[in-house]
């Protein structure tokens, strides 16, 4: 009953998120149904679609699996945007200077880069916490800008591509970095890679590092009660700095991918930080709202987020609905998740409600008798 | 340096603070309540799109400002529903907030991407304005920088001059015993968040309409953010705040002026200035944790229970 309860709620969650998202399709003029069976057939309809879908979600679910860790660690991460950029440039630079190490070296070399710049981001947010005390919500989005700037200073400085200099077009791109980096497309003509399946594995990796190691244990014990873990010898700001830390990688391996999984198989920038983010750092965080901070479960929520981005890129080509009606959707279906924790904290109550009372019964019993 | 140049980026410095004077104000009387909305980047932002879209369609300031107002106390309304009535974590809330408004604030101005607005005039106040150096700084402005110094000062005088601040306060500190005295603590919340919304939706349209004045989606750029850092930078006091506002105001205005004097910095790096100085006055206040909380309000960020 219980766990039906936890489906059921995010569920209706976002039926009522895309009850709402009908009716402001209708007041653009598309009908609902016919509008929403276009985005879902796009989307998961064929193979070809749900490829896309996948590549979609791998950022998101990535970010997502961060967070839950985070979360779990009582530590609010909304630097997933800066994290995935200093990844990004890190795993960028490895390339750029070791272009012929072969692919079976290459790629992880620069998925670990990916992993290690982002996780230094979110240390020393982890770090500013954990010793001075600074909030991480306030760090880590004023580290979101800085990054994003040094990302604007590096693509249009030292690792702007030589090509572009020479043309005078100036774009602020890398060159197209080696093809020892590019992921490997797994199935022929389409566009999934290898991406896929690293997000998937780290999704289940963190699963494990919650519930099935010493370390995960201390993670969320820090998270659950700071002052008890801190009597059990377990280290307050250790913890809190290795959350946002492993959080932090896990949106610089999303980074990583980005770059090495894109078609131009370059670095680019439009000056914002959602040109090449998507905005994955920031709905990262509603994937994993609505995962419940689970990793797995996490899974199918990204392919849920991911979908919605193909299914909004089909509706504009076939109905000319603008994309942003897909962010604020985003939105809606997060306010409708965390409201509903009401009502799931109530539905399970219940049931908690006639054993506390039936305990407290036995308490004044066992008083009388004393 | 001369002492024009200095004088007209202290003046700018107080246009640019402005959208932070009215979130932060707002924000802080929130906070001082014992609610943590982080969503103001996302109330400032539809703030900023219905702001502009009723200038653009009545050329009215007031009724740009009224909307503006209104879409926050809208969004606020929404963000009190969730933590207050169906009392749900304050932090996700805050966060659903903000990443609703900047979808709902990209749909909304779809129709407005890269319109343009003539500015709002300036209004010299007669013989004030003609006073040296404080004439040019605080009376040369147009009518909304008013508004934000007489905001200020009657939030300082709410705050700590009126009974209804005294137990606003109360209620921040210890929600529990002012429930026990009688005092609706839910009530008394709702009315502060509505205000904070009203006043990021202010902001916004100050931003929208007034200072840069165009429509870009995402304009507010970190701004809510920034306001809420403000918050804490000030611990809780309103003149912190507007000092704050106006020193961040100034950060923003001096990295043109540092190009401007030749000096060879990249401009991508002097853009991270104001976001760097942010961190680290956070550093330097929150460093010693006892300064944080005998400052901050008591339950900030605590759902209140009611019947518990």
């Known amino acids: ?370 | 340096m001369d002492k024009h140049l200095v004088l007209s980026i202290l003046v700018a410095a107080i246009g640019a603070g402005t959208p932070f004077v009215f979130a932060a104000l707002g924000e802080l009387v929130t906070e001082k309540s014992g609610v943590l909305n982080l969503g103001v980047e996302g109330m400032m932002l539809v703030g900023a799109v219905t702001g502009f879209i009723a200038m653009t369609k009545s050329g009215s300031l007031l009724l740009a400002v009224v909307c503006g107002m209104a879409s926050g106390v809208a969004m606020a309304a929404v963000f009190g529903l969730l933590t207050l009535t169906l009392m749900a974590n304050q932090v996700a809330s805050g966060l659903a907030l903000t990443i609703f408004g900047v979808g709902l604030s990209a749909f909304l101005g779809l129709d407005y991407k890269s319109f343009s607005l003539p500015g709002v005039n300036e209004l010299p106040l007669p013989l004030l304005s003609e006073l040296p150096v404080v004439g040019k700084l605080f009376f040369s402005h147009d009518i909304l920088i008013y508004a934000s110094f007489i905001l200020f000062a009657g939030v300082s005088w709410f705050l700590y001059r009126t009974k209804a601040g005294l137990i606003l306060r109360g209620i921040g500190e210890a929600p529990k015993s002012a429930h026990a005295l009688g005092y609706n603590v839910i009530k008394i919340r709702y009315m502060a968040v509505l205000f904070g919304g009203a006043m990021a939706g202010l902001g916004g349209a100050y931003l929208s309409v007034a200072y840069t004045p165009v429509w870009v989606e995402g304009m507010v750029a970190g701004r809510g953010w920034v306001s809420l850092a403000l918050v804490v930078f000030a611990t809780w006091r309103p003149a912190r705040v507007m000092f704050g506002a106006y020193l961040f105001g100034a950060i923003t205005i001096a990295q043109f002026h540092i190009q401007g004097l030749g000096i060879e910095i990249p401009s991508q790096l002097l853009s991270m200035l104001p976001y760097l100085a942010t961190i680290i006055v956070l550093v330097v206040i929150s460093r010693d944790a006892k300064t944080i909380r005998l400052n901050s309000p008591a339950s900030l960020g605590i759902t209140y229970h009611p019947e518990a």
């Open chain 1, 1 to 370: 009953m219980k766990s039906v309860i936890r489906l059921l709620i995010p569920l209706c969650a976002v039926l009522l998120a895309l009850l709402i998202g009908a009716g402001m399709l209708l007041s653009l003029g598309a009908d609902p149904l016919s509008g929403y069976l276009t985005m879902f057939s796009a989307a998961f309809g064929s193979v070809e679609g749900f490829s896309e879908t996948a590549v979609k979600s791998i950022p998101l679910l990535l970010v997502g699996v961060g967070i839950c860790i985070a979360f779990r660690a009582n530590v609010i991460n909304i630097g997933g945007e800066g994290q995935m950029v200093m990844g990004a440039l890190l795993a960028t630079s490895v390339a750029l200077t070791f272009p012929d190490v072969p692919s079976s070296l290459l790629i992880p070399m620069v998925l670990l880069a990916g992993a290690v710049g982002g996780a230094f981001w979110g240390a020393i947010a982890g770090a500013l916490k954990a010793w001075f005390n600074v909030s991480e919500i306030l760090s880590t989005i004023m580290l979101n800008i800085v990054a994003v700037q040094f990302m604007n200073f590096l693509l249009r400085g030292v690792m702007i591509d030589p090509a572009e200099v020479a043309r005078g077009t100036g774009i602020p791109q890398t060159m197209r970095l080696s093809p020892h980096a590019d992921l490997p497309i797994l199935i022929e003509g389409m566009r999934m890679h290898l991406g896929v399946v690293v997000a998937l594995l780290v999704a289940v990796g963190a699963y494990f590092l919650l519930w099935r190691t010493s370390m995960g244990f201390r993670l969320r014990a820090v998270g659950f009660n700071p002052d008890a873990s801190r009597y059990a010898g377990i280290s307050v700001p250790k913890n809190v700095t290795a959350a946002l830390a492993f959080s932090g990688a896990m949106a610089g391996i999303a980074g990583a991918i980005l770059v090495f999984g894109s078609e131009s198989h370059r670095m680019v920038t439009d000056g914002s930080s959602t040109g090449f983010t998507g905005s994955a750092g920031f709905n990262g965080i509603v994937v994993a709202l609505l995962a419940g901070l689970h990793p797995l479960w996490s899974i199918p929520s990204a392919l849920l987020f991911g979908g919605m981005l193909v299914g909004a890129n089909a509706l504009q080509r076939a109905a000319q609905v603008p994309s942003a009606l897909i962010i604020a959707l985003n939105g809606l279906i997060v306010v409708f998740v965390v409201s509903s924790e009401f009502f799931k904290k109530r539905l399970l109550a219940s049931g908690r409600v006639d054993a506390e009372a039936r305990e407290e019964n036995t308490l004044q019993k066992e008083k009388a008798d004393a």
